[in-house]
């Protein structure tokens, strides 16, 4: 993979770091390593023009009609946390993958990898929150599979899903799609999810619960659907976070966006619990929003919806998409001025400093 | 290098010995060792560092120095508009 | 958050960098010492505010950049040993080593643990009771305090499972490092507002009075940096040298001393490498012997990790503020985030990652 440093940069610094040959924690953070990871190891040997598009979902046509595939691993810990637990974020998170392509979910199929001694329980809670989840949704969840790993061998608990939808023919939502002019358009307030995680995690006790924002949004992405046309992209910023996500789109469509600091949304714990940690909230996991990039006559009409919907009333239009020969997402910040808003290496990790 | 975070507490034990409060930071309230801050009661602000207080805000210097440059603000407003700086400054 | 948001006001910020291009008149050089102003002036674009002739370079406050590798590398031995649980703050873990970093000693099977607080580390160990935590104890002044106390609670508590891998630096050292060097440009100074929280203000007085340089301990916010560096430009375009403190509401002359007192119950002063700049006499903190129980580099038979830096090594340039990052050949190049070569790309203070991150549309362009 990576090369050894050349000559000049080996003396220039003090240790230059050897190749990497083991996958890190870092490669399933869904920032830069992640990407590279997909790049350098997956797409060269599983390429077909489908996955190259490296969509949340697969959009495939069986006997003329569209549906949209998708699979997802769940390896969270805590499994249980405020808002939420291993398994309703099992639902919501395939619910939205299949949602992303404009598809209305229909199926789910849930495979448990549980750790030997694992507690029945937990396994219990787990599976009704998760019937729970689908349910509220309308989608079941249809066929699983379990196994047991050794102790010591799992992490107690991981679920992987796979999902099924149908999408109709006039829906066109690809992270290619993104073009200068178009306004990019975020569902609601960002941070909650990673921080309520890395809070119960780390043991980081705040008085103040602060509640994964864990939900589905297929309703959600069906209003704005029927708004109006000229949504030309809808992606969700889990891992990595809001600035990831907008980084792969604009990668993809090979565009630049300018964003308004001012514009996004943060509820006053996240943005608390973020100085205390010193942690960027435009890096921190969601798992209730979505962002879309709309074109410009339509952007108000789709914020409107948005707007009106349970899970959008946070709603704005953050940023605009600009024409660029280097795709790069920047901010104005609160001052007027800009800042690149890189994407992200590994894991975000409070710091002292 | 060193991210200290002002709060207020909100109130304060002893606990095995340690001087600890309940400080609220914005939207959220944390446990945080007031050891290093005696003189600090309930309803000061301290700067909070790796969750030990290491000072005591001045709250009226702070509120006195800070309203200086709010007025400087206020006044320069109009300044600052037909100054405003060009932002095509050679970036280094 | 109140004593921290009004500090980000925007009128009030573009007030005093209309102020400061109104003041100077000519050429200057300043240094924000600390990473957390660094990151500040990064992350708020202020450099941008600022009139062409001021120059800012970024100094040596960064914790994480100047810990020897030494340390590091230590602190990857101790982890791997399967007894060993290590305990650090976010900042280190992926710093480089020689050979590797605590994340990946963490994907090799080492078991290695955030906290955001010493006291969370004492936790650990008396919940670990048939582990060894050691606590990778870094940090400059500010820090001190707080790792001093966990020594002392451990002591206190009689703690038999816990010690401290200690790296702590002193800033007025380098700082004196930095201005008796003949190749030096800076002309004044923003100090670093913590750590003067901490220790107060005399060893600042000390610099200005024997290198009539001025300088501002200033806070972390947009306007306590604009404040801090409008104070500068009024000394130095009227020939003045003095000490003066912009950060009023966090830092005293005297400081802080209970503080004070802790850090020299527990820490004595000793000399300190300094990652890619090489040794300062005196200018770090080791534990003292009554605490040598609670000594990692005591108790463990550590191997004998002696590293020699390259010669011409351009992280300690950056560092002591003589090059920017994008003087370094290997910037944005085979040296990012993702892939850093050195100290001051993996820290989020350090100069190099701050530049990266927040300006790499300058250099691009």
């Known amino acids: 993979m990576a090369q050894r440093a050349s000559t000049i940069a080996e003396l220039s610094c003090p240790v230059p770091l050897r190749a990497k040959n083991?996958?890190?924690?870092?490669?399933?953070?869904?920032?830069?390593?992640?990407?590279?990871?997909?790049?350098?190891?997956?797409?060269?040997?599983?390429?077909?023009?489908?996955?190259?598009?490296?969509?949340?979902?697969?959009?495939?046509?069986?006997?003329?009609?569209?549906?949209?595939?998708?699979?997802?691993?769940?390896?969270?810990?805590?499994?249980?946390?405020?808002?939420?637990?291993?398994?309703?974020?099992?639902?919501?998170?395939?619910?939205?993958?299949?949602?992303?392509?404009?598809?209305?979910p229909l199926f789910l199929s849930a495979a448990f990898i549980i750790e030997e001694g694992f507690s029945i329980d937990q396994l219990r809670r787990i599976a009704i929150s998760m019937q729970q989840a689908a349910s509220a949704a309308s989608v079941q969840i249809v066929t699983g599979d379990t196994k047991v790993v050794e102790k010591g061998k799992g992490d107690g608990l991981f679920i992987n899903t796979t999902g099924i939808g149908v999408v109709a023919d006039d829906v066109e939502l690809s992270a290619d799609r993104a073009r200068a002019g178009d306004k990019v358009l975020l569902s609601g307030s960002i941070g909650e999810h990673g921080i309520?995680?890395?809070?119960?995690?780390?043991?980081?006790?705040?008085?103040?619960?602060?509640?994964?924002?864990?939900?589905?949004?297929?309703?959600?992405?069906?209003?704005?659907?029927?708004?109006?046309?000229?949504?030309?992209?809808?992606?969700?910023?889990?891992r990595g976070g809001l600035s990831s996500t907008l980084n792969e789109i604009a990668a993809q469509s090979r565009v630049a966006m300018e964003l308004e600091e001012r514009a996004i949304p943060v509820r006053e714990e996240v943005a608390s619990a973020c100085e205390l940690l010193g942690l960027d909230p435009m890096y921190v996991a969601n798992e209730g929003k979505l962002i879309a990039i709309v074109d410009s006559t339509n952007a108000d009409a789709v914020l409107k919806a948005m707007q009106q919907h349970p899970l959008g009333g946070q709603a704005q239009i953050i940023g605009?998409?600009?024409?660029?020969?280097?795709?790069?997402?920047?901010?104005?910040?609160?001052?007027?001025?800009?800042?690149?808003?890189?994407?992200?290496?590994?894991d975000q990790l409070p710091r002292i400093c | 290098?060193?991210?200290?975070?002002?709060?207020?507490?909100?109130?304060?034990?002893?606990?095995?010995?340690?001087?600890?409060?309940?400080?609220?930071?914005?939207?959220?309230?944390?446990?945080?060792?007031?050891?290093?801050?005696?003189?600090?009661?309930?309803?000061?602000?301290?700067?909070?560092?790796?969750?030990?207080?290491?000072?005591?805000?001045?709250?009226e210097e702070a509120d006195r120095t800070y309203k200086l440059l709010a007025e400087m603000?206020?006044?320069?407003?109009?300044?600052?508009?037909?100054?405003?700086?060009?932002?095509?400054r050679a970036l280094d | 958050m109140k004593y921290l948001s009004e500090y980000r006001d925007e009128r009030i910020a573009l007030t005093l960098a209309a102020e400061i291009v109104r003041q100077t008149t000519r050429s200057w050089v300043l240094m924000e010492i600390c990473g957390g102003q660094t990151h500040t002036i990064m992350r708020y674009g202020l450099d941008e505010?600022?009139?062409?002739?001021?120059?800012?370079?970024?100094?040596?406050?960064?914790?994480?950049?100047?810990?020897?590798?030494?340390t590091i590398d230590a602190a990857i031995?101790?982890?791997?040993?399967?007894?060993?649980?290590?305990?650090s703050y976010g900042d280190m873990l992926r710093v480089p080593g020689s050979r590797s970093d605590l994340f990946r000693a963490k994907a090799e099977g080492a078991e290695v643990r955030v906290v955001y607080s010493p006291m969370e580390a004492l936790k650990i160990a008396r919940e670990n009771s048939t582990r060894k935590v050691v606590f990778l104890a870094i940090g400059f002044e500010t820090t001190a305090p707080a790792n001093a106390m966990a020594a002392w609670q451990a002591k206190q508590q009689s703690l038999t499972n816990f010690s401290l891998l200690v790296s702590h630096a002193l800033v007025p050292p380098a700082i004196r490092g930095l201005l008796t060097s003949p190749a030096n440009r800076v002309q004044a100074f923003v100090a670093p507002g913590h750590v003067c929280t901490v220790m107060g203000c005399g060893e600042y007085e000390v610099l200005v009075r024997d290198f009539n340089v001025p300088i501002v301990v200033g806070g972390f916010e947009p306007i306590d940096l604009l404040q801090a560096v409008l104070m500068l430009v009024k000394q130095l375009e009227t020939g003045e040298a003095r000490l003066?403190?912009?950060?009023?509401?966090?830092?005293?002359?005297?400081?802080?001393?209970?503080?004070?007192?802790?850090?020299?119950?527990?820490?004595?002063?000793?000399?300190?490498?300094?990652?890619?700049?090489?040794?300062?006499?005196?200018?770090?903190?080791?534990l003292r012997e009554e605490f040598a129980a609670y000594d990692a580099t005591r108790i463990f038979n550590l191997s004998d990790i002696s590293v020699e830096e390259p010669a011409g090594c351009i992280s300690a340039q950056v560092l002591l503020g003589l090059k920017k990052p994008t003087d370094c050949p290997a910037f944005g190049m085979q040296c990012t985030p993702e892939n850093p070569l050195g100290a001051p790309m993996v820290s989020s203070e350090g100069a190099c990652a701050a530049y990266y991150r927040y300006r790499r549309h300058a250099v691009a362009s």
């Open chain 1, 22 to 104: 083991t996958v890190l924690l870092g490669h399933g953070s869904g920032g830069k390593l992640s990407a590279e990871l997909i790049r350098d190891v997956f797409l060269p040997a599983l390429d077909n023009s489908i996955l190259s598009r490296l969509d949340d979902q697969a959009i495939v046509r069986v006997n003329n009609q569209r549906l949209a595939f998708t699979t997802d691993s769940f390896v969270v810990k805590p499994l249980f946390f405020p808002g939420g637990d291993i398994g309703s974020l099992a639902v919501h998170g395939t619910i939205n993958d299949l949602a992303m392509g404009g598809a209305t």
């Open chain 1, 196 to 238: 309520a995680i890395l809070a119960q995690r780390e043991g980081i006790e705040f008085e103040t619960t602060i509640e994964s924002d864990s939900a589905a949004l297929h309703t959600l992405v069906k209003d704005m659907l029927h708004a109006a046309s000229g949504i030309r992209c809808m992606r969700d910023p889990t």
């Open chain 1, 320 to 346: 605009t998409v600009k024409a660029s020969s280097a795709p790069l997402v920047t901010m104005r910040t609160s001052l007027g001025t800009t800042r690149i808003v890189d994407m992200l290496s590994g």
């Open chain 2, 1 to 59: 290098m060193c991210l200290a975070i002002p709060g207020k507490i909100l109130d304060c034990q002893q606990v095995n010995g340690m001087r600890l409060g309940r400080v609220q930071f914005g939207g959220i309230v944390r446990s945080v060792s007031l050891d290093f801050v005696p003189e600090a009661v309930t309803g000061d602000y301290v700067m909070v560092h790796v969750g030990f207080a290491i000072s005591r805000v001045a709250a």
């Open chain 2, 73 to 88: 603000g206020a006044i320069e407003e109009e300044l600052v508009a037909e100054n405003a700086p060009s932002g095509n």
């Open chain 3, 49 to 70: 505010l600022l009139p062409p002739g001021l120059e800012l370079v970024h100094g040596p406050g960064c914790p994480v950049c100047v810990t020897p590798l030494e």
């Open chain 3, 77 to 87: 031995e101790l982890a791997l040993r399967p007894e060993v649980i290590l305990v």
């Open chain 3, 244 to 286: 003066e403190n912009q950060y009023v509401r966090s830092v005293s002359n005297r400081g802080n001393l209970a503080a004070q007192k802790i850090m020299s119950a527990v820490f004595e002063v000793a000399d300190q490498k300094w990652r890619g700049i090489g040794l300062i006499p005196q200018s770090g903190l080791r």
